[in-house]
């Protein structure tokens, strides 16, 4: 949850119309019913339980899912929205949308068949928490599924994660009472009803096609939002992956930079090049033999062997005297003695780095030496300048 302020999070409502639609819809009846004015028409969404089951006002299920009336609950469930759109992202807006709908019904027929047997056990409930549960709450179910488990600190012996502050934020709202506990609680079972498609709900209960077009083509033009600015790395399918990319490409650009000043002596042509090559350490080209996001740079070996004090040492005292080892010598954590002139490298690698001004046969030499991973390469290249 930490990662919805931070500003190395990609914030907006990029491709999330659905949850901007409902953020706001939240925030502005909020507002309307505090403004005196018009604070009368608050009691037409409360969420009476006697008036819906004695006076059939149906209507009251529907009205009463459109805000929250305490402040604190309306500003946690806006965090909890603004954090949740990024299923909308994964799902789809359709998709999420139908699936929003069908879980809310299925929370809204709990609630409703919960109470009514509370109240033949002669346990009475009069109201219902007024506020959005049926929409928040659900999507928990896929958040325990699907979000990544990673612990970043332990307080007492207990681990905390990024996913801790997210379920602390919900327990805030449905710990006021125990009316807004049986909602929260029905709400939850909704979304594991949802998630496993139980009885085909989700094939049952969906948004017409039609009707989607129809809102699209009407509010669309008011929810739609602008792409982020901060598009150089890749988006990740969680927050906390993207925050942990771009604390990673902070890490290694320190990294570089260290070496590079280490370095400092060396002559003006090996600085061109070091502030040519920074812009492709920002940009980091996704590597082209594995699926991670910075390849080869997860190997700690390497990050050992290629900035640790003794090989910078090392390189620094062979280009004061003008050697530079012969073949043999380790350079990266890589013997060249095992480098196979026979492997093909990558005509659109080499000339990224060729671009970056360094020659063309030591790209091919550090291409080769390293199995085509570029990210590595560079690596061997900005050693060697």
Not at 19 to 46: D, E
Not at 79 to 91: A, K, M
Not at 92 to 111: N, Q, R
Request: hydrophobic content about 40%.
């Amino acid at each position: 949850m930490a990662a919805i302020l931070s500003q190395n999070s990609s914030t907006g409502f990029y491709k999330a119309p659905v949850s901007k639609g409902i953020l706001g819809c939240m925030f502005l009846t909020s507002c309307a019913l505090n403004v005196p004015l018009l604070a009368h028409i608050k009691q037409y969404v409360m969420y009476n339980i006697p008036s819906i089951f004695q006076k059939l006002e149906v209507w009251r299920v529907i009205t009463s899912k459109f805000t929250f009336l305490e402040t604190k609950d309306l500003v946690c469930g806006c965090l909890l929205i603004y954090y949740f759109r990024i299923f909308e992202r994964r799902y789809g807006s359709h998709k999420f949308a139908s699936y929003l709908l069908a879980a809310c019904t299925v929370s809204t027929i709990l609630e409703l068949s919960f109470v009514y047997l509370l109240n033949q056990l002669d346990v009475q409930i009069t109201f219902l928490p007024t506020g959005p549960y049926g929409l928040i709450f659900p999507l928990f179910a896929n958040y325990f599924m699907d979000i990544p488990r990673v612990a970043q600190t332990y307080i007492l012996g207990v681990p905390v994660t990024g996913k801790t502050l997210t379920y602390l934020v919900g327990l805030q709202i449905i710990s006021s009472n125990k009316e807004s506990m049986v909602a929260g609680i029905c709400s939850l079972l909704a979304g594991v009803i949802c998630r496993w498609n139980f009885l085909q709900v989700l094939d049952i209960i969906k948004v017409p096609k039609f009707i989607a077009k129809c809102f699209g083509a009407c509010l669309g033009w008011i929810l739609d939002s602008s792409p982020p600015v901060e598009n150089s790395v890749p988006m990740g399918a969680t927050l906390e992956i993207q925050r942990q990319q771009q604390l990673d490409l902070m890490e290694q650009q320190l990294l570089l930079s260290r070496a590079r000043e280490s370095r400092g002596g060396n002559s003006g042509r090996f600085h061109n090049r070091q502030q040519m090559a920074q812009g492709y350490a920002e940009r980091l080209v996704p590597p082209a033999n594995d699926g991670g996001l910075f390849g080869s740079f997860h190997n700690q070996n390497i990050w050992n062997n290629t900035f640790s004090p003794t090989s910078l040492l090392r390189r620094n005292q062979q280009q004061e005297t003008g050697t530079h080892g012969d073949s043999g010598e380790m350079a990266n954590g890589i013997n060249q003695n095992h480098i196979d002139a026979s492997t093909p490298v990558q005509e659109d690698q080499v000339k990224t780095l060729v671009e970056m001004g360094f020659e063309r046969q030591n790209v091919v030499r550090a291409l080769q030496s390293c199995n085509n991973d570029i990210n590595m390469a560079t690596v061997i290249l900005l050693n060697e300048s």
